[in-house]
């Protein structure tokens, strides 16, 4: 069935620095591409999304690229501050039905 | 705007109870998802109404059930609870069509003792 896989699970880097989060997609179908943070005790923010006929999408500090051909996505957060500091899911949903499938998260942490 | 909105926001129950969830999309929403979260995993589609009728549906069991209403609103209803249904529960509303953003209310969280 249809599956998103991202990595990593964990991802510590220093205030300033980038981070980056990868994620496959198994289902060819699949045309949308959202990404979003989820603070604890609270429910999933959209931060940017990304569509299949786009191949980057850049929004201040935010980025993200898609590669239809190898069915990968990446999250670019650069200058990360203290409130970057959360969980991230990427997704990806179908063309042929409305179901948004989730990857596993990564737990952000900014470091001082 | 308020937003998606969700009641209650916590909730604790028996086994073996019946549990209702409520959720309110955001205006302008026509479609509404539901998804359950387990402690450090991803959300997890439920099923999702449009138009009052269950449109798609997951891998979750007949106990999992819902409802639609004429004003969008939606109840997810849980039967026979178990301990494994211990969850955060969200609903996520969009409008028509299968190229929109869809977003999400705050959960709510359900224990099961």
């Known amino acids: 069935g249809e599956n998103v896989e991202q990595h990593p699970s964990t991802l510590s880097v220093q205030e300033g620095d980038s981070a980056v989060i990868k994620c496959t997609y198994s289902?060819?179908?699949?045309?949308?591409f959202p990404w979003y943070k989820q603070e604890l005790g609270k429910g999933p923010q959209l931060i940017i999304d990304?569509?299949?006929?786009?191949g980057e999408k850049k929004d201040q500090r935010i980025a993200v690229t898609l590669n239809k051909t190898a069915k990968h996505f990446s999250l670019h957060i650069t200058e990360t501050q203290p409130e970057d500091s959360a969980v991230y899911f990427c997704a990806a949903r179908s063309g042929r039905d409305d179901k948004i499938i989730f990857g596993k998260g990564t737990r952000l942490h900014i470091l001082p | 705007d308020a937003g998606v909105t969700q009641s209650p926001t916590h909730l604790i129950k028996t086994r073996g109870q019946q549990v209702t969830l409520r959720c309110s999309p955001k205006s302008g929403h026509d479609t509404v998802s539901w998804y359950q979260q387990a402690l450090g995993q991803g959300p997890q589609f439920i099923f999702q109404y449009y138009e009052e009728e269950e449109r798609q549906r997951g891998n979750f069991p007949d106990r999992f059930s819902g409802h639609q209403f004429p004003n969008y609103s939606s109840e997810l209803n849980v039967n026979a609870l178990l301990l494994g249904d211990s969850a955060l529960y969200l609903c996520?509303?969009?409008?028509?069509?299968?190229?929109?953003?869809?977003?999400f209310g705050q959960g709510t969280r359900l224990t099961v003792v």
């Open positions: 289902d060819s179908a699949s045309n949308y």
């Open positions: 996520a509303s969009s409008p028509t069509g299968l190229d929109t953003e869809a977003f």
């Open positions: 990304i569509r299949s006929n786009v």
